[in-house]
């Protein structure tokens, strides 16, 4: 008895443009229009443990002036990053949010909603 080997099994569902963020090209300038975002999950953000990056360098106080290390906690927009993302604990998330718009205030960083 020959057995029908399935050598040609079309394998359907593998058509899936898995392109990460999409941009749109030209959108709607406008005043206050600085919504952005808004997928529904699946944005690969940068993510290294889900611990607080605060606790592990034993940072108690967080300086406002230290860009650098804010500037890991605020997207490109300019927003501050949720702390689901980034995985800090709240109350580190607390004052990191204060640093931040204290930096903002001192222009060290861009507001959010802003022209970016
Ligand atoms: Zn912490």
Do not use: W
């Amino acid at each position: 008895m020959a057995d029908e080997t399935r050598a040609s099994e079309s394998s359907s569902g593998g058509d899936r443009p898995d392109r990460g963020e999409r941009r749109p090209s030209s959108r709607p300038g406008g005043p206050g229009g600085g919504r952005e975002g808004g997928g529904p999950g699946g944005r690969k953000y940068f993510r290294r443990k889900k611990v607080c990056k605060f606790c592990v360098e034993k940072i108690e106080a967080i300086n406002y002036k230290d860009i650098r290390l804010l500037a890991q906690f605020v997207a490109e927009s300019g927003r501050i990053v949720p702390r689901r993302l980034t995985g800090v604990c709240t109350p580190h998330q607390r004052r990191l949010s204060l640093a931040i718009k204290q930096a903002r205030n001192i222009a060290l960083l861009p507001f959010a909603g802003r022209a970016a």
